[in-house]
């Protein structure tokens, strides 16, 4: 099956603890053309885990999405996601954590060591599912292997490939190579999703035209203000940098509260910490936000600092 047609070139890329549903939702609403689940172990959803559970949901607004899991066994990620893959339109294998846990475990990133595995994996899983199977990695566990790796992965018969441009061992340290995605593109006939670095709208048009890769995939700069989409989506049309005033940015936190119909404290504070980095004078909010005692108390300081914004706004 073939990678579906996206709106534009921006996708939203898995993060753990933040790409929830009303984080997704809120990122397409300034302009992801594509979103993924963070990454849920095919194990647990197998043992139908409830908190697993949780973190793939999705509704009618919350699409294309991609379902991503990690494993090592193709005939238990086709049972485990048999339930759930009518609700997404397509299953994305992590072949990309460099989380120790996860590698000491022999998932994510862990399986780059390993091509027989990969290949059976893919090539196991294709058949019998029924929508597109793409597939996240890193160049490379120690090193960069990501050509040989790629060829393996687009013979086994994943659709897509997004390939993060540093090694597992770098984890998230040092500078991406986008040579590599560069050398991936000339290298397979499938799409290429490029991720790695990208902070600002110049940041991935010069992605796109360094690495000629199909799409652009952005993690951290999205997790702190998911404006970047709607910033980058206007300069590829107009070459203009539109700026964000601190209040929009502050409001994220509350568009991302009104789209969260089961709040949690601990979720919202992280939003909280996210949305309000970079303000001047946040450093105090941040504090009373790590030691705020309910929704309520959080909800209010968050106010009470966008208050404060306004009245700085207004000329005296």
Same mark, same amino acid.
């Given at each position: 099956?073939?990678? #579906?047609?996206?709106?534009?070139?921006?996708?939203?890329? #898995?993060?753990?603890?933040?790409?929830?549903?009303?984080?997704?939702?809120? *990122?397409?609403?300034?302009? *992801?053309?594509?979103?993924?689940?963070?990454?849920?172990?095919?194990?647990?959803?197998?043992?139908?885990? #409830?908190?697993?559970?949780?973190?793939?949901?999705?509704?009618?607004?919350?699409? #294309?999405?991609?379902?991503?899991?990690?494993?090592?066994?193709?005939?238990?990620?086709?049972?485990?996601?048999?339930?759930?893959?009518?609700?997404?339109? !397509?299953?994305?294998?992590?072949?990309?954590?460099?989380?120790?846990?996860?590698?000491?475990?022999?998932?994510?990133?862990?399986?780059?060591?390993?091509?027989?595995?990969?290949?059976?994996?893919?090539?196991? !899983?294709?058949?019998?599912?029924?929508?597109?199977?793409?597939?996240?990695?890193?160049?490379?566990?120690?090193?960069?292997?990501?050509?040989?790796?790629?060829?393996? !992965?687009?013979?086994?018969?994943?659709?897509?490939?997004?390939?993060?441009?540093?090694?597992?061992?770098?984890?998230?340290?040092?500078?991406?190579?986008?040579?590599?995605?560069?050398?991936?593109?000339?290298?397979?006939?499938?799409?290429?999703?490029?991720?790695?670095?990208?902070?600002?709208?110049?940041?991935?048009?010069?992605?796109?035209?360094?690495?000629?890769?199909?799409?652009?995939?952005?993690?951290?700069?999205?997790?702190?203000?998911?404006?970047?989409?709607?910033?980058?989506?206007?300069?590829?049309?107009?070459?203009?940098?539109?700026?964000?005033?601190?209040?929009?940015?502050?409001?994220?936190?509350?568009?991302?509260?009104?789209?969260?119909?089961?709040?949690?404290?601990?979720?919202?504070?992280?939003?909280?910490?996210?949305?309000?980095?970079? !303000?001047?004078?946040?450093?105090?909010?941040?504090?009373?936000?790590?030691?705020?005692?309910?929704?309520?108390?959080?909800?209010?300081?968050?106010?009470?600092?966008?208050?404060?914004?306004?009245?700085?706004?207004?000329?005296?």
């Amino acid at each position: 099956m073939k990678f #579906p047609k996206l709106k534009n070139k921006l996708i939203l890329a #898995p993060m753990e603890d933040i790409s929830n549903l009303p984080f997704r939702l809120l *990122c397409r609403k300034y302009g *992801c053309s594509l979103a993924y689940t963070q990454q849920v172990s095919s194990l647990a959803l197998l043992h139908n885990n #409830p908190k697993t559970i949780n973190l793939i949901e999705t509704n009618k607004q919350d699409s #294309p999405v991609g379902l991503q899991v990690f494993g090592r066994n193709s005939n238990a990620i086709v049972e485990a996601t048999s339930l759930y893959l009518k609700n997404f339109d !397509i299953l994305d294998l992590n072949f990309g954590c460099p989380s120790k846990k996860i590698v000491a475990q022999g998932y994510g990133s862990a399986l780059l060591k390993e091509k027989g595995t990969i290949f059976n994996l893919i090539s196991g !899983i294709k058949d019998n599912i029924k929508i597109p199977l793409t597939i996240k990695m890193r160049s490379g566990f120690k090193e960069n292997e990501a050509l040989q790796l790629v060829k393996v !992965i687009e013979e086994a018969g994943a659709c897509a490939i997004t390939i993060h441009a540093r090694t597992a061992l770098q984890g998230y340290s040092g500078k991406a190579d986008w040579n590599i995605i560069k050398e991936v593109k000339e290298n397979v006939s499938i799409p290429v999703i490029g991720n790695g670095d990208i902070t600002s709208p110049l940041e991935a048009e010069r992605m796109l035209d360094e690495t000629k890769c199909d799409y652009v995939m952005i993690a951290r700069s999205a997790m702190n203000n998911p404006f970047i989409f709607k910033q980058t989506l206007h300069y590829f049309k107009t070459k203009e940098i539109i700026k964000q005033t601190n209040i929009e940015k502050i409001n994220l936190f509350f568009e991302y509260l009104s789209l969260d119909k089961n709040p949690n404290i601990a979720t919202l504070k992280l939003m909280a910490h996210n949305f309000s980095s970079g !303000i001047n004078g946040s450093s105090k909010l941040r504090e009373q936000i790590t030691h705020a005692k309910s929704i309520d108390n959080l909800v209010s300081l968050m106010k009470e600092f966008k208050d404060n914004l306004y009245k700085q706004s207004i000329p005296d």
